[in-house]
């Protein structure tokens, strides 16, 4: 088996693993990152960035190359469709946001990290002590040993380390599968949107947009679910509503998430000198938006290190505490007394519902709240109310 020492060792060359090894290298630590695909690696995601996340992409990584970017370029918010036809477009304050190709984009943060990245290399275990960790990867069938002071994980929604650290982790929160399709088609909809469906009875979490050349289409249920039979609901209502007309399908893709875990302020920071971040820590802002909070939580994993090392601090202990202030960014956009009485969105949805007339107003809040009884099975109410009120009485959650 061969031996790899590292003062920090990132595992997942994605956005959260990028910031932190940024941070990590800046501070002139040997700082080696394990990736299980080869590099550019593609990712299934919508690709809208918030304002905030472009401005911190471009500024610690500089601007991404044209191939980082989808056609259309740039998306000026999303627009909720009812099933009475109203349409609700809700821009992004600051205007259009860019649509990343995060094959490329994802690859050019890497890259700037200036990290050691290793490819194809999967995670496979790891051990932690008082002086560091280690962690036994794969590369092309053959066992890797690594030894690195920390070890940041920013491995994704359905993270191996986190399963690692806790091995009921996995059975403790809800999954949902997560399908879509890529047409050849016409739609009758603003192509400059992400449209999201507010409908009761069509599925918990259904999308349409255009990009390059293609329209997706797409639909979330529960894991275990048959995927494919209710994405065709998304379908034809899309048909039968907005004029979804397709020639061709061109592909599909799905995977696993963990949408449940920032809403219901459940995070896993990670123990005994791993960092976790990004996704894999719960890490997911309102519409699925993950790139900006990976993108900030992994740099601050990243800085919790270097301040660990400076002043010969608990990493884990310092990043718990500086974190705090993206998970109250995060859970705010939960919050239903933030979203009454702030705006912790990088839109304005009251503004965008304050444009309709009243008996429009009624209709579309009484769609969203019956939209959000399809939950109820999940009892996230308690949760969602108890961060609410923490909030509320003592500034953070
Ligand atoms: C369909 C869909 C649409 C989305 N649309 C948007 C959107 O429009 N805007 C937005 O902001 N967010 C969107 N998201 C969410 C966003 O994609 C994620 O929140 C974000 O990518 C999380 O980034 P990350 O850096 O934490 O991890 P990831 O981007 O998930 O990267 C994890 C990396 O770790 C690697 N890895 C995993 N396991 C191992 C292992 N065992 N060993 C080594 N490497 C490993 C993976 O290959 C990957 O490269 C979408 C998600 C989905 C599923």
């Excluded at 301040?307 to 608990?314: G, L, S, V």
Aim: charged share 25%; glycine share 8%.
């Amino acid at each position: 088996m061969s031996h790899v020492d590292a003062d920090v060792l990132v595992v997942g060359a994605s956005l959260a693993g990028g910031a932190a090894a940024k941070r990590c290298v800046d501070a002139g630590f040997k700082t080696v990152m394990i990736e299980r695909k080869s590099l550019p690696r593609h990712k299934i995601c919508s690709g809208i960035i918030s304002p905030r996340g472009y401005r911190f992409l471009v500024e610690n990584f500089g601007e991404p190359p044209d191939e980082a970017f989808h056609e259309p370029k740039r998306v000026k918010g999303v627009n909720f469709l009812f099933r009475n036809g109203l349409q609700l477009p809700m821009e992004f304050t600051e205007g259009p946001t860019p649509h990343i190709y995060r094959k490329h984009a994802d690859h050019h943060v890497v890259r700037r990290s200036r990290a050691e990245i290793h490819e194809q290399t999967e995670f496979l275990d790891l051990q932690s002590d008082d002086r560091g960790v280690t962690v036994k990867a794969r590369r092309a069938g053959r066992e890797i040993a690594y030894r690195a002071r920390y070890v940041v994980a920013a491995d994704g929604p359905r993270s191996a380390v986190v399963a690692k650290l806790d091995p009921r982790f996995r059975d403790s929160i809800w999954w949902f599968v997560v399908g879509q399709k890529y047409y050849k088609a016409d739609l009758d909809l603003d192509p400059g949107y992400f449209h999201f469906t507010i409908h009761p009875k069509l599925g918990y979490y259904n999308w349409t947009h255009p990009e390059a050349g293609c329209h997706i289409v797409g639909y979330t249920a529960e894991h275990g679910d048959h995927w494919p039979e209710g994405h065709a609901k998304v379908v034809e209502y899309l048909k039968d509503r907005h004029g979804l007309r397709i020639r061709e399908e061109v592909s599909r893709e799905g995977c696993l998430e963990n949408f449940g875990m920032s809403l219901t302020n459940h995070f896993v920071f990670g123990r005994r000198r791993v960092l976790v971040a990004g996704q894999a820590a719960g890490f997911l802002n309102m519409m699925a938006e993950g790139m900006s909070c990976a993108l900030h939580s992994g740099a601050i994993a990243g800085e919790a290190i270097v301040e660990a090392t400076a002043r010969n601090r608990d990493a884990n202990a310092l990043y718990e505490t500086m974190v705090q202030s993206e998970r109250r960014r995060t859970v705010d956009q939960w919050n239903p007394l933030r979203i009454l009485l702030a705006n912790p969105h990088e839109a304005d949805l009251k503004a965008a519902i304050a444009r309709f007339p009243w008996a429009d107003r009624l209709y579309m809040v009484r769609e969203m709240l019956a939209y959000c009884v399809q939950y109820r099975g999940y009892q996230w109410l308690a949760p969602i109310l108890s961060a609410a009120v923490r909030r509320l009485f003592l500034g953070r959650y």
